[in-house]
């Protein structure tokens, strides 16, 4: 037998998704693949002083948690890692997950954190997604997502289980459109190539479609034809955008940007509220989860009438539009020019005229005479998955708020950032996980911090 090759028994999934067992010797071994309560029979990648890295090769028994997959590419694709395991277990091991990060990096033991909330949909959640182009030695292509754990690998999507139907007929209408014309694809290891990556964007509540195709330099072959035949088959588009990107960088988001056909937006409702989303617009990923995350963030902080709030982070602003209507004066922060265009002219479509917009790095923004020199009582922090910056923080934390609203998609830089403002003086009594991405590892925290 390889000498690499390890028989083991799992115990628990770690919050980055991987499976943790131990070996004869006790040392903690991190897997990919495999679920608590199996025997597997695993290959060592790797061996640093503290843990092992390793592969499962084979299930020697199953785990009661076990589910068949629906996905025919679940075993290669990179994406929904968890849709093996019951999803009444996931949502027991993302609460845990959040438990291990407040308790071990925050150093924090009286926060009851509420069992996860999962999602009202467990497929076809999505409202987003990108494929790549990349072309293969044989002259042939790919249209599709990655193969976990490789980066210049990917193969065709035939039917993803996280996106609508119509997206799925539109990613499969395209690759055959760029095969019939012989447009030339891009090559992820040369940085060669045309076609770089499609992103389809959906409104749930209307329907409407915005199909991106981002590229490298130069107009798209069989431009026009590409028009009619996206009008004709697919009606439900209603944008058609192209983006040009010739950066060797893996990135979707275009410095060139050209509306092919429609008002280069689609408009989505969430508690009343109209957005309008642009092809680089961040927006939640699951609009209907996104509904129930922002009512648990209201029903923490309780809006008055007399409280002024600073929402940081705020992207095209809709967590502060939506508080707006309940406060007296919003102010909201974002570093993306794009993003605080698209916050304006969505106070303007939903007549809201208690709230204002600032372009600038929230750090920046928290020692100039604006923040400074005004009482805020309320700050809602929205942060990317990296958390706040230590300067930010800080910053933030000299303000003395009566409140502060964070919201976090990854529950260890919340945590790390939760014991910093609790050391300042502010009690955290509860957090809530909101599941927004089923069959994967990720979860959204909400917690209010309250000034003692």
């Known amino acids: 037998m390889n000498d690499k090759l390890v028989e083991l028994e799992i115990k628990d999934l770690a919050f980055n998704g991987k499976a943790v ?3 004869e010797e006790g040392k903690v071994v991190f897997l990919n693949g495999g679920l608590p309560g199996e025997k597997v029979l695993a290959e060592i990648v790797r061996s640093k002083p503290r843990y092992d890295e390793a592969i499962v090769k084979e299930i020697i028994s199953k785990s009661d948690l076990r589910i068949d997959p629906p996905c025919q590419h679940f075993d290669i694709c990179g994406g929904c890692t968890w849709q093996d395991l019951a999803y009444h277990a996931q949502l027991e091991f993302k609460q845990k997950q959040v438990v291990d990060c407040i308790e071990r990096i925050g150093g924090l033991k009286d926060v009851k954190v509420f069992t996860a909330v999962g999602s009202a949909e467990l497929f076809k959640y999505r409202n987003k997604m990108e494929f790549s182009f990349n072309a293969n030695e044989d002259k042939s292509f790919n249209l599709g997502l990655h193969v976990k754990r490789r980066f210049d690998k990917v193969f065709d999507i035939e039917k993803c289980f996280l996106q609508s139907d119509l997206a799925n007929e539109i990613v499969i209408w395209l690759r055959e459109f760029v095969q019939e014309h012989s447009i030339s694809v891009y090559d992820i290891l040369n940085h060669t190539g045309f076609m770089r990556f499609l992103v389809i964007r959906e409104a749930r509540s209307s329907g409407d479609i915005m199909v991106n195709i981002v590229t490298n330099y130069g107009e798209i072959p069989s431009r026009n034809e590409l028009i009619k035949k996206m009008k004709e088959f697919f009606p439900e588009v209603k944008n058609l955008i192209h983006s040009q990107n010739g950066q060797k960088s893996n990135s979707a988001v275009g410095e060139i940007e050209k509306v092919l056909y429609g008002l280069g937006y689609i408009e989505e409702q969430i508690l009343g509220c109209r957005l309008r989303i642009r092809s680089n ?3 939640q990923t699951n609009s209907v989860q996104c509904e129930t995350l922002y009512r648990a963030a209201f029903d923490m902080i309780l809006p008055e009438k007399t409280d002024r709030v600073m929402d940081l982070y705020c992207g095209t602003g809709s967590i502060g539009l939506l508080i707006a209507k309940h406060a007296y004066k919003v102010v909201g922060v974002e570093v993306v020019e794009d993003a605080v265009v698209a916050a304006r002219e969505n106070a303007k479509v939903n007549n809201i005229n208690n709230i ?7 750090k920046d923004f928290l020692r100039s005479e ?4 005004k009482s805020y009582n309320i700050i809602i922090i929205d942060p990317p998955r990296a958390g706040m910056t230590p300067k930010a923080l800080r910053r933030l934390i000299r303000l003395n708020p009566e409140k502060i609203l964070y919201i976090s998609c990854n529950p260890s830089t919340f945590a790390r950032d939760a014991a910093e403002i609790v050391k300042a003086g502010y009690l955290l009594p509860e957090v809530k996980p909101i ?3 089923p069959h994967t590892m990720h979860i ?3 917690g ?5």
């Open 448 to 452: 209010v911090f309250y000034r003692e």
């Open 435 to 437: 599941d927004m991405f």
């Open 281 to 283: 617009t961040f927006f």
């Open 356 to 362: 204002e917009f600032y372009h600038g790095d929230v």
């Open 444 to 446: 959204e925290v909400v």
């Open 21 to 23: 067992a131990n070996n």
């Open 370 to 373: 604006y923040a400074t020199d």
